[in-house]
């Protein structure tokens, strides 16, 4: 019994560096939209066998990251402007949500002071012009705010989009522009949330959503990034 459930681990194990290690690859860009591989490809790719790759394969497709096809192996999806446009929408909606909620249940001193130093170290980002630091900082910041809401369902739902949203921040990258607007937002909406105001909460998420996306959908559309 020992030896089964350590060989269940090692599988596990192995699922998972096979899948953070994909995932990475898809999401800074490395394997770029439009790529196909055969199953056996991706396991000469990463040095594994292909039990741990074939499971994390379908952990990805769950994510919409890539399409799996029977004897072709996979394909990292590409994203369309319908794609982000719907992607938008769901994170509006619900971090918009969450900000209701944080504000309601009131922001505790642990992640007021987390969202303190990712806003200090965003802020010393875009002074450096490091924008795709910047980017991983803001992802942070949202993801915060998001799971100090406390819904385990709403942070599952939004989890499930989290790796598309990233992976088309991180495309536009090259052409973004010194988020300093952003930065004056993100001050914004942490004072609001400390404040207990529910409405005024979600309004300044919304408010700092809606420049942020149609900045972003704009880049795309600019730059032909989409597929």
Known sequence: ??????????????????????????????????????????????????????????????????????????????????????????????????????????????????????????ERATEKEDVAGWSELDDAFHWAITEASGNERLQATLRTYWAEQFRARMAIVPYRPLPVRSNMEHRRLVEVLVSGDESLAAQALQSHREHADAMAIELFRAHALSG
């Open 1 to 122: 019994m020992a030896s089964v459930e350590h060989e269940q681990r090692g599988t596990a194990s192995a699922r998972e560096r096979a899948y953070e290690s994909l995932r990475q690859r898809i999401l800074l860009g490395h394997l770029a939209p439009g790529t196909t591989l055969l199953e056996s490809e991706v396991a000469s790719l990463l040095s594994m066998s292909r039990t741990p790759v074939r499971e994390a394969l379908i952990m990805l497709e769950g994510e919409h990251l890539i399409d799996i096809r029977p004897r072709r192996g996979m394909t990292v999806r590409r994203q369309s402007l319908k794609d982000l446009m719907q992607i938008y929408e769901v994170f509006s909606a619900l971090e918009a949500m969450a900000c209701r909620i944080v504000a309601r249940e009131g922001l505790a001193p642990g992640v007021h002071a987390r969202l303190n130093q990712l806003m200090t170290a965003m």
